[in-house]
């Protein structure tokens, strides 16, 4: 008989190389500017300990939250939707993995699609984003009023 495979749904890690160096990635991540290229619409972040951010998305949501544990570099770690969310930074050769860690997702039906599967696609298409701005310069996001209004279009 085949072993019953669990699947895990309180967290979920994702993981990409990026050209450049863990510096670069975790401004790409902390500061506001560099977050608005292929993040966000608009932000703030207090970059301490126990600092407060606020993330817009260009179809209005916005996401208030406080920041958990910085480590210049190579840590950013703060809650985000109703859980935590903490990347990391380390140099690999001439390119910086990103790992991305989404945990203490609540338990429950509603939890698994509403949070779970919605954020880890989010964060996939972020993450995609991300490497297409960094390498190509094409922001991938979509921008036009009329599909934002319409909800074809999430990010």
């Given at each position: ?15 990409a ?37 606020m ?62 599967m ?38």
């Open positions: 008989m085949a072993k019953k495979f669990k699947y895990n749904w309180k967290e979920f890690t994702l993981r190389a990026y050209k450049g160096t863990p510096e670069m990635l975790f401004k790409m991540w902390t500061d506001p500017k560099q977050l608005c290229k292929w993040f966000l619409t608009d932000a703030a972040v207090e970059l301490k300990k126990g600092g407060k951010y993330f817009k998305w260009a179809i209005g949501a916005v996401e208030n939250g406080k920041v958990l544990d910085v480590r210049r570099n190579s840590l950013f770690r703060f809650t985000f939707a109703g859980c935590k969310v903490e990347v990391k930074f380390s140099k690999a050769g001439k390119e910086c993995i990103v790992t991305l860690r989404q945990y203490d997702i609540p338990a429950g039906e509603k939890f698994k699609v509403g949070t779970h919605s954020c880890q696609l989010g964060w996939t298409f972020f993450f995609t984003n991300l490497k297409s701005v960094l390498e190509t310069r094409t922001d991938l996001r979509e921008f036009d009023q009329k599909h934002l209004k319409e909800g074809t279009v999430f990010y």
